[in-house]
Structure formats: C-alpha cells, structure tokens
C-alpha cells in the first residue's frame, strides 16, 4: 500500500537568455515573478530552425527526462536526435526541480495553473527570438496536458502529445484504483469525488496522507478541473498524437481518446516503445529496467516521426 501511494504521489509533485555553452546546448533562463527557471537550448547548424518546446512528465522528472531515482536521459537524447536533422528544442527543469529548484513554491501555494504559465512564458520567449521559423510545443506525459493548454494560450504553431493521457486526472487515478483491494477503492473515491468538485477533503484518512494531505488538496483540485479531451478539442494548429505499445503507464486508449477527440489530429503508435521513450517489452521487469539506461537510445521512429510533423507545418 505504502509502495503503491508512493507511485501515485509522482504525478503530484520578461525572459532573457543567457549564451553559456554547455555540452548538450546553451543555458537559458525564463525570469518569471516567482523566480527564474533553467533550461536548455539545443541548436542544430541550419539557419532559422523550427524550434520544439519539450515539457517534461510528472514528478520531479528534469529537463532530461530524469529523477532522482532513475536516469535515462530520454528528453536529453530527444533534443539532441532533433538537433541532427535541423530543429533546435529547448527542455528546461519544471519549477522547484533541479535547477529550477530556487524558484519553487510551498506545496499548499502550488497550482496546475502554475506550470501552464510557466510553459506559455517559454513559448513567448521563443516566438520572441526571431532565430526560430516556428515553434512547436511537446508534451510527455503529464507534460501533454500542460503543453496544450499552453500552447493554446500563446499561439504555439504545432503541439505534440507523447504519452499523454486522455482523460481527466482523477478518472485516471480511479483506473489505478481498480487493481488495489476495493477497500482501497472504497476510502480514495469519495475524495477524489469532493476534490473533482472543488471541495477541500477534511479529516484525511492516514493511509491516504501521500495522495490527497491537505497540503496537496488545491494543487489537486487546479488539476482536476482540466479535462485533456476538451483541452485538444480546442487547437487550432496542427497536432500529432503519440502512444507505445509497450508502454506500462499509459495506455493507448488514452491517446484514441486524445486522437478522437480533435478531428484531423496525426495519431501515430509506435511498436515497442515505452514510457520513456525507450525500445522495450511490456513484460514488467524487463521494461523497468529501461527507466534507468541511460545507454539505450530514445526510439528511432519518435525522432523521424516529430521531424517530419515539424517540416510539415506551414
């Protein structure tokens, strides 16, 4: 039980650049009223490039596609991939993480709201820098949901959703819910229930301290609010949707949700690929053990398949 609230909690958890060259790109920062946040701009050698936005999934997942308890660099070797067939990406550390760890707030000051401004002030500064021909917004993971309201609010001239999920937050959370003991089922539902509508739970059931503590309860209720199928319905620009098959932590029901309901979209599943982008099976052991390889290459048909998404767009 203890295990399994752990996982669960990972969901939770004017702008100037500065031309410092790092191995993987330039060091960049976005000045916001909270505090700067870090990133990375990784630039290929053509003149005026598209530039992809990648926004990183949940938890205190970096501008890598890293946490403190696993490396695999997926996002790192997504932008560099990129890099060689001539779009420039910036990736940057979500608020309160890595290096962006200074400008974070106290749990309970927390909002969803909070990193979709934060990714639409990053649009801005690329749509601002007349280097880009274009710019483009990745999400991954939960990273999906924030990209596309961003990229809704700043105009962005693509979106693209990697493992993203189709379905409100806390529907998501009661899925997980049907592999637990119902007795599980039974304490977590009519919390979820109150949060969906925008009611704070009092008297928290201990067990339940790591998934809904009162600290955490309005940062829930921003979250919830916001359903992925009425966000993409909303784009205007052309939008591609990417799933795994061999991904253990999205299904690709989710992204047949996400595909239908935005008409027109690209839905692309790609064999073999898991949550982190990474080749793998679906056998448990075995694709865990991605998660931390920081040797194997993101999955070759992600790179050409958002490549060729980017160039097409006008």
Same mark, same amino acid.
């Given at each position: 039980?203890?295990?399994?609230?752990?996982?669960?909690?990972?969901?939770?958890?004017?702008?100037?650049?500065?031309?410092?060259?790092?191995?993987?790109?330039?060091?960049?920062?976005?000045?916001?009223?909270?505090?700067?946040?870090?990133?990375?701009?990784?630039?290929?050698?053509?003149?005026?490039?598209?530039?992809?936005?990648?926004?990183?999934?949940?938890?205190?997942?970096?501008?890598?596609?890293?946490?403190?308890?696993?490396?695999?660099?997926?996002?790192?070797?997504?932008?560099?991939?990129?890099?060689?067939?001539?779009?420039?990406?910036?990736?940057?550390?979500?608020?309160?993480?890595?290096?962006?760890?200074?400008?974070?707030?106290?749990?309970?000051?927390?909002?969803?709201?909070?990193?979709?401004? =934060?990714?639409?002030?990053?649009?801005?500064?690329?749509?601002?820098?007349?280097?880009?021909?274009?710019?483009?917004?990745?999400?991954?993971?939960?990273?999906?949901?924030?990209?596309?309201?961003?990229?809704?609010?700043?105009?962005?001239?693509?979106?693209?959703?990697?493992?993203?999920?189709?379905?409100?937050?806390?529907?998501?959370?009661?899925?997980?819910?049907?592999?637990?003991?119902?007795?599980?089922? =039974?304490?977590?539902?009519?919390?979820?229930?109150?949060?969906?509508?925008?009611?704070?739970?009092?008297?928290?059931?201990?067990?339940?301290?790591?998934?809904?503590?009162?600290?955490?309860?309005?940062?829930?209720?921003?979250?919830?609010?916001?359903?992925?199928?009425?966000?993409?319905?909303?784009?205007?620009?052309?939008?591609?949707?990417?799933?795994?098959?061999?991904?253990?932590?999205?299904?690709?029901?989710?992204?047949?949700?996400?595909?239908?309901?935005?008409?027109?979209?690209?839905?692309?599943?790609?064999?073999?690929?898991?949550?982190?982008?990474?080749?793998?099976?679906?056998?448990?052991?075995?694709?865990?053990?991605?998660?931390?390889?920081?040797?194997?290459?993101?999955?070759?048909?992600?790179?050409?398949?958002?490549?060729?998404?980017?160039?097409?767009?006008?």
């Amino acid at each position: 039980m203890k295990n399994f609230l752990s996982l669960l909690i990972a969901f939770l958890v004017g702008a100037f650049p500065l031309l410092a060259q790092t191995t993987t790109g330039r060091s960049i920062t976005l000045d916001t009223p909270m505090g700067k946040l870090a990133g990375t701009l990784t630039l290929p050698t053509a003149a005026k490039p598209p530039v992809v936005l990648i926004i990183a999934g949940s938890g205190p997942t970096d501008r890598n596609g890293n946490n403190p308890m696993m490396t695999n660099n997926s996002l790192k070797m997504l932008a560099e991939e990129l890099a060689k067939q001539g779009i420039a990406s910036l990736r940057y550390d979500k608020r309160g993480i890595a290096e962006s760890q200074p400008a974070g707030l106290k749990e309970e000051d927390m909002r969803f709201d909070t990193f979709i401004n =934060d990714a639409v002030g990053w649009i801005n500064l690329l749509k601002a820098d007349n280097q880009f021909s274009k710019v483009v917004v990745l999400g991954h993971s939960e990273g999906s949901l924030i990209g596309m309201i961003a990229a809704n609010q700043a105009k962005a001239d693509g979106f693209i959703s990697v493992a993203g999920a189709g379905l409100p937050a806390d529907k998501l959370i009661r899925e997980q819910m049907k592999t637990q003991p119902p007795q599980v089922a =039974d304490m977590v539902n009519p919390a979820l229930d109150s949060l969906a509508q925008g009611r704070l739970v009092k008297n928290v059931n201990p067990m339940l301290g790591a998934l809904i503590r009162p600290s955490v309860q309005p940062y829930l209720i921003s979250w919830f609010r916001y359903d992925p199928q009425a966000e993409i319905k909303k784009l205007t620009m052309p939008v591609l949707i990417i799933q795994g098959t061999s991904d253990i932590q999205v299904s690709e029901e989710q992204a047949r949700l996400l595909a239908n309901a935005r008409p027109g979209a690209q839905l692309l599943i790609i064999d073999r690929m898991n949550h982190v982008l990474k080749e793998s099976e679906k056998e448990m052991q075995a694709n865990i053990a991605t998660y931390s390889n920081a040797t194997l290459p993101v999955v070759p048909r992600l790179v050409t398949a958002t490549v060729d998404f980017v160039n097409r767009i006008k």
